[in-house]
């Protein structure tokens, strides 16, 4: 009986040992057939790419267009720059013909500005020039007269390796610290703040026996200011928060994220959009408290201010003349975008609704405006 005992637990022990070695091997075989097609795809891209190598040859390499332009009408006064490039060694052929007389028909190396040839009051050129190092070249050609013109630009590739290779023009703008020969003007929106501190105001006292009380707020805009953005904090309690006095940071802030595609700087009669107010939707308004609102006005002028603070009655539109597009009554917190008045004040009329208590009010203001600045149309090589 123990004899049997043993010899079953011999027999489980090599089969045991058998299935083990069995899934080893189906595993060492697996990992040996994937390891074979990784070389056999490594082989078969080195040969390919011997064989690409192998049908490319010296006689290959001829000149072949990168600038084809048949027919061509070019006004009358008018700038034409196109724009190719070539790799080291490679060979560049121009050829250009005209019904009318150019002015000049230049070539440019971009990355230095220098100028490879020009030709003046000409009809016909002919050139070819090697290049030495990589570059991206432009063609700029003025057309005093109404013209047509033929154009084409061949590079020849000095080698296989500039033959087969894969680099592409890449267009850029670069903004410059001054204006140079080729340079151009762009506008760009910029801020300002009006306030170095958000202004405190106490707009309601409960030593006024009608329950109401007025403040007025000259606001100085500079004077190359387009609109101002503006927000009023409005409140029951005395404290400052920390959201006061951060206007100016959330405005540069926005700016940077709004997607601009194309919208213009400012509001106009022909754009109901811009990016001041792409810049206004993307604010908060400050922290509004409930029990706590102002009948606010905007004034161009100083003289409706007086009218305002003299007026005792609720006839506001016959009373003086405001800003109703930007005016609100009974308004909590708020937010704004106002344009510069011509005489570069804006006035703000607060008036308190709420009976025997203070009000307090934290006005601040950014200036936004037009920034001129020069830069460059450049282009670069990606290999």
Known sequence: MKKIILTILIVSIFASCGGKNENTAKENEKNENEKNENEKNENEKTKESVITKKKITEKDLIFKPVI????????????????????????????????????????????????????????????????????????????????????????????????????????????????????????TMAFEKVFNQPKKYIVSSTFSMSGESKVYVPIEIPNNTVEFIYTLRISGEDGTQREDGRLFNDVNRISKKVKVFGLPLWESEENSNSLSREILNSLFPPKKDEDYTLNVFFFDKQQEIKKFIKYGGKEYTSAFKYDINNSALSTQSRVGLVKRPNSGFSYIGLQSTSSFSKTYVWLDVVALYEKTFHYEIRYRLQK
Not at 81 to 90: I, R, W
Not at 114 to 139: A, C, G, L, Q
Not at 162 to 184: G, H, P, Q, W
């Open 68 to 187: 084809t332009k048949s027919g061509e009408l070019a006004a009358a006064d008018s700038f034409i720059v196109k724009d190719f490039f070539g790799l080291s060694k490679d060979s560049i052929r121009i050829k250009f013909n005209s019904d009318n007389k150019v002015k000049f028909f230049s070539i440019v190396e971009q990355r230095s500005g220098r100028i490879v040839k020009t030709f003046k009051k000409t009809s016909e050129v002919d050139f070819t020039y090697d290049v030495y190092f990589d570059n991206p070249f432009s063609i700029k050609i003025y057309f005093p007269k109404e013209s047509y013109y033929n154009l084409e630009v061949s590079r020849k590739s000095g080698s296989v390796e500039n033959y087969l290779s894969n680099a592409k023009l890449i267009r850029d703008s670069v903004i410059v610290s001054k204006k140079t020969n080729r340079s151009k003007i762009g506008t």
